[in-house]
């Protein structure tokens, strides 16, 4: 066996015992890890416990969203219904009654029924399937609806009622209002009825109806939810609806705290081992005979070894243990100084100069020293070795080593596949590529799945040059596998088609990886996407930086097959009015719908792009027969008329297409992108949504639209353009009462005749002013004379309005421009309640600061507003109330359809019963026949304009006409100042 170490006595050099030291060193190991192990367990469960509450909160945020957005329809439908009922009250069961409901209540989707109850019972319910024996129900014959409803009566304010079940299932909820008819006298009540159980359940996590709702106006009281929610225990968000204090309760799902427990475990068994390993480590500081004999039985089983040697100051070092864990790789060693000669000679050449360094530093840092190396076997074999020792420096000068060596071959191998797996998904931002030595894909990363689409299911066996081809260029793709393979490294740019066709372009470095041999095994690729910044962060699908770069490529591919290669450019009509309407988040949602539906019905080697604002591009490459293109674009158009539902608004938006063909429309990518847009200029010119393909002649009209821009410009700056002797002038047309036929209100609207092309019609320039931005310089000259017209008008009636019109465009423009308006209107000394500010549905926008603090300078002016084409837009019943609007004019669509007993005229009349029980007078525009005055004046329409009344005419000419038909006020014709 060789020498054994001399024992020391214990105690020596005033240090602890021998014999308790290894047992308070593991306690102390021992107490830190637990310690450890505590802090980082609740660390775990407090991430767990924040999560879990985060959800929670997301959860009722969105459900509270969701029934807000449920609400507010309730509100519209029960005033609809009650003016349609005051206007000419139903008797029980009116068939006109429930068809009217019906209609409504196609509209407001996300009801589940809707009641009329004349004297308290009801009569009519929509729908009636399998509500039919609600017909007949006395709501004071239900006690737990009769007490909410009678306080709706004694106040004669809506209430909500609920929750109670309903006859299909569920728990339902009532937004009652009470009808009291023009003498004062009670008629009844309109219910409308949502299930609140599948409302809540949509939006919550935790299953249907997991949630629950509070009504903090009346002591926290609960409305309606699961009994299983502890309302204590929930967490709340508000629900914002008719000024109530309502909030919205989800109960938090249980956390899952296994990942903590995990951690303990782990925690508790690192702990162990370690106070076990500084128990030997410090265990083999007592080198007594006898403790050697101990450590040779109890670690002859052990794998590897565990060894102590000595290296003396002024001699060899020497063996004094090593355990046979090792024997079958390096034999039975033994001790003494040729045992260490003998495991000295083993170490790979290479690794010896690093190994002695690294020992050498830990004794003059007094450190433990770990560290991994090859062994050159005898019979040419390479093992690794992990060798984990700690040095202990004796009085005398000598180093004891005390420690552990072991094979660790495997698990180096191992961690050269885990390596490349870091490597791989490292970069989780950036795209991966793994490829074998013949360059096929051998995995990818999630990174690059999306950045391109592609899964490891679509790419891995396959070459990587399949993703190179028909977007770089052949010569490249030789440069780049060349110098790859020389070098070992490249760094550049590489240009590929993702799994949509489209082309995207992403800087790259590729490694060549080698084994031990030498040969290269693997290459490993980086891609770094730069098409992010191109990519359209509202839709996702490339942005208009990226269009160029497609085209480009499809047609170099045409030129090569002798194909063709298809643009369609796709504009939507009515996205500016959903955009002001409902604002910017359901108007992105609508556009995220509309790119999802057009890559849904494009070929799937297209590709689709968003160009600007409301604005797509289609790419269509490989065009064989172009009857495709025009089923492609026909087939967008369809795909966007399809209602779209959004938190329970169904948004309906159409567009135009413009197509250009290549080569049939000769010119490279700027070229074709031009054809096409000037294709879909044109067919917004129309008036329904149509595809128009491009024409040479299109480009005259994009001249001549040019043309008339310039025109505009000139004719605005003249000086004179607003007076007399200019190119513009002020026309307007009588508005009639139709109650008492007299005239005392006109809109005035600009005329525009030029020099050389005579009178431009109005919807010729004033939609070019708007998209130009001219409209404010021109509306500006419009209000100038329409106070001029007004105040000659009110000398001779002083009770006479002038209407003008305000486009959305002028009231996003700053307050400068309508403060010096309302300064004009100040200096002319006419009273503000003179003019009519008509505006559109559009225009509404109390989330817009701007235009609500453009609207509000009218306002205190005095100046009354107008809702002009009421019933084309989306404007709500809250808008017309915080507007304080005077008039609504009913558009000319609905008046040129309506029929007696026909169902435009029901909804005529509807919106004259609505208006009036908001204390709002309508007027009805494009007023043709005797016929339609008449029936509008037996709707009790207010007023009426139109060509069938007069059509619009100048100032001097409306004051003899108002003249001839002896209205009262009117006189002879005055000058106009």
Known sequence: MGSSPRPRAPGAGGRPSGRWLPWVAAAVAAVVGLVL????????????????????????AATAESLTTALWPMEAFNQAVRAYVVADPPRPGDAEASAFMSRLFERWRGF????????????????????????????????????????AIDGRISVFSGPFDLVQGGQGLAYRTPIFLSD?????????????????????AGGPGHAVIRDLDRGDRLIV????????????????????????????????????????????????VVAALVFLLASSRLRSHRLLLLLEGVTAQAPGMLFQYREIHDGPPVVDFASPGLAPLVGDVGTGPEAYATLLHLIHPDDLPRLVDAQRRAVEEERPWTESFRLLLPDGRIRWMRTSARPEREPNGDVVWSGWSGDVTEEMTEQDSLRLSASLFAATRDGVVVLDADGRVA????????????????????????????AMAEESIGQFWSQLDRRGYWRGEITGRDRD?????????????????????????????????????????????????????????????????????????????????????????????????????????????????????????????????DRTAHACLNAVAEPIEIDRLVIRVSARAGVSVYP?????????????????RSAKAGDVSRVVSFSPRMFEEARARTQLVEDLIRALRDPASGGPSGEFSLVLQPVVDLLTGEVHKAEALIRWDHPRRGRVRPDEFIPVAEETGLITDLGDRVFAAAVRAATALRAVDPGFRVGFNLSPVELREGSDRHARRVQTLASSALPGDALVAEITEGALLPQNPTVAANLDRYRSAGVHFAIDDFGTGYSSLAYLRDLDVSYLKIDRTFVDRMQPEGSDLALVRAIIAMAHTMHIEVIAEGVETEPQERLLAEA??????????ARPMPIEELLTWLGSRGDRGAGPAVTVP
């Open 37 to 60: 192990t505590v802090v980082a367990t609740t660390a775990t469960v407090q991430r767990i416990d924040d999560a879990t509450r985060t959800a929670a909160e997301q959860s009722a």
């Open 112 to 151: 589940r029924s809707a009641a009329l109850a004349p004297g308290n019972t009801v009569s009519t319910i929509v729908p009636l399937e399998g509500n039919e024996s609600v017909i007949g129900l006395r709501y004071p014959d239900v006690p737990a609806q009769w007490t909410d409803i009678a306080r």
């Open 184 to 204: 004062g006298s009670y008629w009844g009540l309109v219910s409308s009825v949502i299930d609140v159980e599948r409302l809540l359940g949509s939006d919550v």
């Open 225 to 272: 939810g699961d009994d299983s929610v502890d309302p204590d225990a929930a967490v709340y968000a508000p629900v914002d609806a008719f000024g109530r204090h309502w909030e919205v309760g989800v109960a938090a799902a249980s956390p899952d705290r296994s990942p903590a427990a995990v951690v303990a475990l782990v925690g508790v068994l690192v702990t162990a």
């Open 443 to 470: 995995d990818v990363n999630a990174g690059l799945t999306s950045m391109t689409g592609y899964t490891p299911d679509d790419v891995v066996g396959r070459p990587f040059e399949d993703y190179l081809r028909g």
């Open 501 to 629: 066709r489209r082309i995207r372009t992403s800087t790259a470095s590729a490694t060549a990886v080698r084994d031990e041999s030498g040969r290269i095994s693997h290459y490993l690729i980086v891609l770094d996407d730069i098409n992010i910044a191109r990519d359209d962060g509202v839709t996702g699908l490339p942005g208009a930086r990226t269009l160029d770069d497609e085209v480009r490529a499809a047609m170099a591919a045409a030129d090569e097959s002798g194909g063709r290669v298809a643009l369609v450019i796709v504009a939507l009509d009515q996205f500016r009015q959903v955009n002001e309407s409902f604002g910017h988040r359901i108007g992105d949602a609508v556009l995220r719908a509309v790119g999802q539906r057009l890559r849904a019905v494009v070929p799937s080697a297209g590709v689709v792009v968003r160009l600007r604002g409301d604005e797509f591009a289609v790419l269509v490459p490989a065009v064989d027969d172009v009857s495709v293109v």
């Open 664 to 680: 049939d429309d000769p010119g490279g990518p700027t070229e074709l992108a031009a054809q096409a847009n000037q294709a879909m």
């Open 940 to 949: 009790a329409c207010d007023f009426a304009q139109g060509f069938g009344i």
